[in-house]
Nanobody, 123 residues
Framework: QVQLVESGGGLVQSGGSLRLSCAAS????????MGWFRQAPGKEREFVAT????????YYVDSVKGRFTISRDNAENTVYLQMNSLKPEDTAVYYC????????????????WGQGTQVTVSS
């Protein structure tokens, strides 16, 4: 019922910044908690950040706290991930996801997924 399309990935040097966007279809975007996950080659997909339906609550994995900011614009059906002070270990495919549940770190609680956008951070 929800289509998600990520954009904004690319190649940056260590210490640089990127802003990822995730555009959602439909008229019920505000009913979903949203999350960002990432997956490096040969590794399992891992949680990065989540935001509540109203945007009042956010949660981040420890490795990105203070560097990444998740936000949403329900009027535009879009969720963002602002990534600052990027490190080579941030290199991964980043996925946007939507959950009918409350904010969660659990991958299996997300109902819809985008196809991902590549983020590469060079040293």
């Amino acid at each position: 019922q929800v289509q998600l399309v990520e954009s904004g990935g690319g190649l940056v040097q260590s210490g640089g910044s990127l802003r990822l966007s995730c555009a959602a279809s439909g008229r019920t975007f505000s009913l979903y908690a949203m999350g960002w996950f990432r997956q490096a080659p040969g590794k399992e997909r891992e949680f990065v950040a989540t935001i509540s339906r109203t945007g009042s609550y956010t949660y981040y994995v420890d490795s990105v706290k203070g560097r990444f900011t998740i936000s949403r614009d329900n009027a535009e059906n879009t969720v963002y991930l602002q990534m600052n002070s990027l490190k080579p270990e941030d290199t991964a495919v980043y996925y946007c996801a939507a959950a009918r549940s409350a904010t969660t770190r659990s991958l299996d609680e997300y109902n819809y997924w985008g196809q991902g956008t590549q983020v590469t951070v060079s040293s």
